[in-house]
Structures are given as structure tokens and as C-alpha cells.
């Protein structure tokens, strides 16, 4: 009896799918009766059928046990491939660690040398213009000369910050220091840094609102670090803010953290940008670098610092409007106190004192 050819065609897909050790290792008899027992779980044969196909497979035996030597031939040549390709691929990643080790040690070397120089270039210009005022000279020259000195002072400030942006950056990826926690009173620390940025919020013609709740609990933090992860933000927001726009600094506590937020108005950030505006130099295209200035630093650094105190970013930004979230895991005691939703917002407004309106 001649078997079906839809039998035949289940029988091969059935040796298809046993493993090659089977096909090799168990004897002739052994081998067709477990195929004839998984064909038989797929369809029903009657005992003619079984007859034949037991027939069929025995004398296909010498081809089936060249399938399966051909699976394993084939098995080990993509074992093969892979295990090429992983050297391949650890070796492109040790070879990335090593330019990024070297590019972090050119960077800290370059740091520590051109801050001595500019240091005394600074020095220097500064000593300049004491003895040009000592003299008379100084204003006996006009304002050009004045506005020559507003530009060296200004411009070895730009490059003092890079540089000790570049050594603190170096600092932190090294993870040499643990941070220094101390416990603070956010709703009296953030008026107090916020309030070095009024001057510059006046002349930019921006409104700046400090947003907190009557109950806020103590933060336990590295104050410096914390000090600078509001300054990053706030110059950032300060830099791309329009006039006449809007940015407000928030400190609130939910069930589990303490958050500290930044938000300006007037600008958006693309959802595509927001995933590497947290790398180290990169800026966003859209931007005019020459409008703006900055190294792309920042935000790096505040991605760094919020790490190293055991808190989280996020940056949220849609119709018109930006924020940056940094999130604080409470603790035990400060979330007792976390309970009330009531604020009250300082105001500065461009042109006139500061004033608070509770």
C-alpha cells in the first residue's frame, strides 16, 4: 500500500521537529516508533497505514539520519557565527569604553591645565583696569575701553565655567566623593537661590513665580549639589524663556517623593530631543548657539548630580510650555507631614521690588 502523500508530508514535518539527538542516537526500530507515535497523536492512521509509513521510514532511514548530522552541521555553524560576532561586537564595546576613558582623561587633563592660565589671564585684567582707574587713564579713554574690559571679564567667566563644568563633570563620573546630606527647609532655601537669578529675570522682561505647599516636609540632601541642580535649571530656563513669558519654580510633596520643579512658558522641546538633551555636549538643532551660547553641559551635569543623591528627571514639554522634574524618595517621617495641598506663590515682576502674595 502506497502512503498518502498528505501522510508523507506530516511524516517529514514530524522528523523536522525531533530533535537531531534522537535521530541519531536511538536505534532503527526504536527511531520509528516514536515518529509513528507522534504522527499518530497528529492523525488518525488505520493499521494498513501504519504498516506502510513503518515500511516508508525504514527505508529512509540512511536519509533521515543525513537530515539530522545536517541540522546539527547547521547548528554549529550558527553557533559558530554568533560567538564571531559577539567577539566582534565585545570588542567594538571595549573599544568604545577605551576612546570614551581616554576622551574623559583629555578632557580632565585639558581642565586642569587651561584653568591656571585663565585664571591669571583674569587676574591680570582685573589688576588692568584697578591700576588704569588708579591712574586716570581708565577714564580718560571713553567707553570703548570699558566696554573692551566688560568683554575680557565676561568672556574668561564663559571659559572658567567651562572649565570647572568639565572638572566637576570628570568628578562625578569618577564617583570619588559621596554627597554630604544635610536637611533643609525648602520653603525658605528656594527664595534664597531663586533670588540670584532676579536681576537678570528684570532685564529679560520674564515673571518668575515661586509655587510651594503650606506643609512642605524637610528634604534631607547635599545642599551644594541640590543648590546647583536649581541654578542649571533655572539659567536654562532663563536662556530659552521669551520676554513676557513665564517660569515658576514648585516644590510639593506626594505620598512617596519630594518634588522640585522648573517650568518656563514660551518654549517647547521635541519629544524626539528630550531623550538626549541629558548628553553631555549635545545641543538642540533648532536652537541658534550663537543666540543663546553654552557648552550643551548643563543639563548634563543635573542629570549627573540628581543621580548621585539617589533622586530622578524627567522633562515634560507640550503647548507651549517646559518642565523639569526632579523627584525625591521620601522618607518615613517626612511623609507623615505630606498631607497638605494649599500653596502659595512668590512673584517677581519686572520692573518692581519683589513682592510675595500668599
Not at 554549529?76 to 571595549?94: D, G, K, N, P, S
Not at 570614551?100 to 585664571?119: A, G, Q, V, W
Not at 527664595?191 to 515661586?210: A, C, D, G, H, K
Not at 512673584?347 to 521690588?353: C, I, M, N, R, W
Request: net charge neutral.
Amino acid at each position: 500500500m502506497l502512503v498518502n502523500s498528505s501522510i508523507l508530508h506530516l511524516t517529514w514535518s514530524v522528523i523536522e521537529d525531533t530533535p537531531s539527538s534522537d535521530l541519531l542516537t536511538l536505534t532503527d526500530t526504536a527511531l520509528i516508533r516514536l515518529l509513528l507515535q507522534q504522527i499518530a497523536r497528529k492523525i488518525l492512521l488505520s493499521g494498513e497505514e501504519v504498516c506502510a509509513l513503518y515500511d516508508y521510514i525504514g527505508s529512509r532511514m540512511a536519509l533521515i539520519r543525513d537530515i539530522a548530522v545536517q541540522q546539527i552541521a547547521n547548528g554549529c555553524a550558527i553557533a559558530i557565527r554568533q560567538a564571531r560576532l559577539y567577539e566582534v561586537t565585545q570588542a567594538q564595546v571595549r573599544e568604545l569604553k577605551k576612546l570614551d576613558r581616554l576622551k574623559n582623561e583629555f578632557l580632565n587633563t585639558l581642565s586642569h591645565e587651561l584653568r591656571t592660565p585663565i585664571t591669571s589671564i583674569s587676574l591680570a585684567a582685573q589688576t588692568l583696569e584697578a591700576v588704569l582707574k588708579q591712574e586716570g587713564i581708565f577714564d580718560r579713554s571713553g567707553p570703548r575701553v570699558t566696554q573692551l574690559f566688560q568683554i575680557l571679564h565676561c568672556e574668561c567667566q564663559r571659559e572658567i565655567k567651562l572649565i570647572n563644568d568639565l572638572l566637576t563633570l570628570a568628578h562625578l563620573n569618577a564617583e570619588v566623593t559621596p554627597p554630604i546630606m544635610d536637611t533643609i527647609n525648602l520653603k525658605t532655601w528656594i527664595p534664597s537661590t531663586v533670588w540670584l537669578f532676579e536681576e537678570r529675570i528684570r532685564n529679560s522682561r520674564q515673571q518668575l513665580y515661586i509655587l510651594t505647599t503650606a506643609e512642605l516636609p524637610p528634604l534631607t540632601t547635599d545642599i551644594s549639589d541640590l543648590e546647583r541642580i536649581l541654578i542649571e535649571l533655572l539659567t536654562n530656563a532663563c536662556k530659552y524663556t521669551p520676554a513676557g513669558e513665564m517660569i515658576i519654580v514648585s516644590a510639593y510633596a506626594t505620598v512617596n517623593t519630594i518634588q522640585i520643579s522648573v517650568s518656563n512658558s514660551g518654549v517647547e522641546i521635541a519629544a524626539d530631543e528630550q531623550i538626549r538633551i541629558f548628553d553631555a555636549f549635545y545641543r538642540i538643532p533648532n536652537n541658534d548657539p550663537w543666540q543663546h551660547g553654552g557648552t550643551g553641559l548643563g543639563l548634563a551635569l543635573v542629570y549627573k548630580l540628581v543621580k548621585r543623591l539617589g533622586a530622578s528627571i524627567q522633562v515634560e514639554s507640550a503647548t507651549g510650555q517646559t518642565t523639569f522634574t526632579v523627584q525625591f524618595p521620601q522618607s518615613d517621617t517626612a511623609r507623615n507631614g505630606a498631607h497638605s495641598s494649599c500653596r502659595e506663590r512668590v512673584v517677581f515682576l519686572p520692573g518692581t521690588p519683589a513682592r510675595q502674595i500668599r
